[in-house]
C-alpha cells in the first residue's frame, strides 16, 4: 500500500467552504481521476483519507494536508495535476509527495497567520501589539458547546508583530496586517481569539471582518522562531533512499566476497 502526502490551499470565496464541502469535493475529484483509493472495512466503507488540522471556515490557506493510501503505486507529481484538474479553482493541490516517515499530524504542531485589518491604522495595530506581547495573559471568551468558555490567549502566541500594508489596490481607506505565529495546543487558540485579545487589551476594533490566511503550518524552531515544512521528511527520505540501497547491496556483496 502506497501513503501520498497533499499540500492544498483553500483561496479566495473558496476560503468560505467548510471542511465537509471540501471533502465531499475531494472525494469526487478522487473518483474523476480514477485513483486507486484503499477503502475502510465494514458496512459502510470510506476511501482511506486522513486530515489533519484544517482551518477554520472562513480563512483562507495556504498549508493544509492531507494523506491518502493507494492500492497501487503512482508519481505522486501525475497524481497530484490530475486531482488539482479535478478540484473547483482555490481548492489547489499544490504539492504531493510519497509518505516515507510516520507522523504528519505530529508534525503540525504550530501555524503562520496573516490577518489582514482594512480600516485599521498601522500606527494603532503596532501600539495593540505591544501592549498584547508585553502581557502575562490575556483572557478571552469563546462560545463552545456548553456556554461561553474563558481561557488564555496569549501563552500560545510564539510572536505577533504589525505591519504596513503593501498598496496592492486603490484606497483611501487605511490597513495593517498582522503576522501571528500560534503553538496548536488545548483549548485551541485561533486567529479571531488574537483579535479577541487585542480587543481586551487595547481596544482594537477593526470596523470590518479581518481577512485571514494561514501561511505555512508545521514544527516550530524555538532559536528561529519560525515554522518548518511537515513534507521536507517525506522529500528529504526519497532523495536518500536510492543511495541507502546502493550501500546496502554494496554491503551484501562485501559479505559474499569476504
Known amino acids: 500500500m502506497q501513503r501520498i502526502r497533499l499540500r492544498y490551499t483553500k483561496r479566495g470565496r473558496l476560503r468560505f467552504t467548510s471542511h465537509r464541502d471540501f471533502q465531499r469535493a475531494f472525494e469526487r475529484a478522487l473518483r474523476r481521476a480514477e485513483v486507486p483509493m484503499a477503502y475502510s472495512a465494514g458496512f459502510t466503507p470510506h476511501p482511506k483519507v486522513s486530515y489533519a488540522n484544517a482551518a477554520p471556515t472562513g480563512t483562507g490557506s495556504e498549508a493544509e494536508y492531507l494523506e491518502i493510501a493507494l492500492t497501487a503505486a503512482r508519481d505522486p507529481e501525475k497524481l497530484r495535476e490530475l486531482l488539482d484538474e479535478s478540484m473547483p479553482l482555490g481548492l489547489d493541490i499544490i504539492e504531493a509527495v510519497e509518505a516515507r516517515t510516520s507522523g504528519l499530524a505530529d508534525r503540525l504542531i504550530a501555524s503562520v497567520w496573516e490577518l489582514r485589518l482594512d480600516g485599521v491604522a498601522p500606527e494603532d495595530a503596532e501600539r495593540a501589539v505591544v501592549a498584547f506581547n508585553a502581557a502575562d495573559t490575556v483572557e478571552v471568551q469563546r462560545r463552545a458547546k456548553n456556554g461561553m468558555r474563558t481561557f488564555d490567549a496569549r501563552g500560545a502566541v510564539a510572536s505577533l508583530e504589525a505591519h504596513t500594508a503593501q498598496a496592492d489596490r486603490p484606497t483611501d481607506q487605511p490597513c495593517a496586517i498582522l503576522r501571528l505565529v500560534v503553538r496548536h495546543v488545548t483549548p485551541a487558540v ?14 482594537l476594533a477593526p470596523p470590518v471582518a479581518a481577512a485571514v490566511t494561514r501561511l505555512a503550518q508545521g514544527l516550530f524552531d524555538e532559536e ?16 536518500a533512499a536510492p543511495a541507502d540501497r546502493t550501500g546496502a547491496a554494496t554491503t551484501a556483496a562485501a559479505k559474499v566476497s569476504a
Open 190 to 203: 485561533r486567529p479571531d481569539d488574537v483579535l479577541s485579545g487585542l480587543r481586551a487589551v487595547a481596544d
Open 224 to 239: 528561529t522562531g519560525t515554522v518548518t515544512d511537515p513534507l521536507a521528511p517525506d522529500r528529504e527520505a526519497v532523495t
